[in-house]
């Protein structure tokens, strides 16, 4: 996914729009933030926007966000089994029928049975994913380090649209907001964990991902799993099937947080309990990768786009409302108005790629 947000284009300039891309994230970063500080609750993103417009907008912002990542939930599993699982394990082919229908409910039935299990699971993930990660970097570096990766290249307008691309990929940095209620500290350790992820996630994509800049001449940004074809050239089968298997393991880790996510949001507006909203949400979900076996190509297309649209549509509004909830307050000074209109442009970027362009972002 990475060399595909920079941009074929602008892979020329990897380190640049990766760096560029992680500080322009720092205007939603701040939102949230600044959010935080006096909100931390499961409702997340939908109780930043009650305190700043209402009731009635947050209903909207949070009717947007649980459409987005219901179908996310339900396209992304399509996605693993079909376009990711193959690359480093071909044997799934002529099974994935049977993967569709048993991932999600093995999942769900995880989550809802055994959820501390399941976080400390992902916990441990993310420290294998960490290690992996660096072991495709020094696999790429070798003995030759690109020296324009950190210039603008060729193409100055692909580099400028990568930066944005790459911007927008910290968007799910925002999951845990939906835990607010649950951390040990409230707002503060929250906001401690958040920031303190997102910058180690952004250093750890700047230092590893730069040496993507001696793949600008190749078609690497339109493969399905390019770290999986760089590590097999670089390195070899062994660490390629490891990076395959880190990719895929980040994507379900992604879904689970976005599930556990929606299972706080609906608890907070619907005062039912989490138990019982996770198995909605997952037999919602499920019956949805049932319905795409007979042709999963043609509902993942169909899902993506309204997906994503809802996606930047509701933090727009989050963005949005925070300059008035600092208006309120009487504080909407020069530095809190230019954080919002990043972040919006930010967003209506994103709806621009996915309306007019319809590619994955």
């Known amino acids: 996914m990475l060399p595909d947000a920079i941009g074929g284009r602008a892979l020329d300039s990897a380190g640049l729009v990766l760096l560029a891309g992680s500080a322009l994230f720092a205007a939603p970063l701040l939102i949230w933030w600044r959010f935080s500080e006096q909100i931390a609750s499961s409702g997340g993103l939908y109780a930043f926007t009650e305190a700043a417009i209402g009731r009635r907008g947050a209903m909207v912002q949070g009717g947007l966000w649980v459409i ?14 079909y376009d990711l699982l193959p690359v480093p394990f071909p044997g799934v082919r002529g099974h994935q029928g049977a993967i569709e229908v048993l991932l999600p409910a093995a999942l769900v039935l995880a989550i809802v049975l055994a959820e501390r299990a399941v976080l400390w699971a992902m916990a441990a993930l993310a420290v294998a994913q960490v290690a992996i990660v660096i072991a495709l970097g020094a696999s790429m570096l070798g003995d030759t380090v690109p020296s324009g990766s950190f210039r603008v290249g060729q193409h100055p ?114 005062g039912a309990t989490i138990r019982r909203i996770g198995l ?77 362009q319809q590619t994955l972002i």
């Open 280 to 356: 909605i949400v997952g037999a919602v979900a499920i019956v949805a990768d049932i319905a795409s076996v007979p042709d999963p190509d043609g509902v993942y297309d169909r899902m993506i786009t309204p997906s994503l649209v809802a996606l930047y549509l509701s933090q727009l509004i989050v963005f949005a409302a925070y300059g008035r909830y600092v208006h309120r307050r009487g504080r909407l000074g020069p530095r809190d108005l230019t954080v919002v209109l990043i972040s919006c442009a930010l967003m209506v970027f994103g709806l621009e790629v996915v309306i007019s």
């Open 157 to 270: 307008g692909a580099v400028g649209r990568g930066i944005a691309n790459t911007s927008l990929l910290f968007l799910c940095g925002g999951l845990p907001l939906f835990l607010g209620g649950e951390v040990a500290g409230g707002g503060r350790s929250l906001r401690r964990v958040i920031a303190t992820t997102i910058a180690g996630v952004a250093a750890l994509l700047v230092v590893t991902g730069f040496p993507l800049a001696a793949y600008a001449n190749s078609s690497i940004a339109s493969l399905e799993m390019p770290g999986y074809v760089i590590a097999l050239v670089t390195s070899g089968h062994t660490l390629a099937v490891w990076v395959g298997a880190g990719a895929v393991a980040s994507v379900l880790g992604l879904v689970v947080a976005e599930f556990l996510a929606l299972t706080r949001l609906l608890h907070a507006v619907t």
């Open 68 to 81: 987005s990542y219901v179908l996310y939930v339900s396209y992304t599993v399509t996605q693993v089994v």
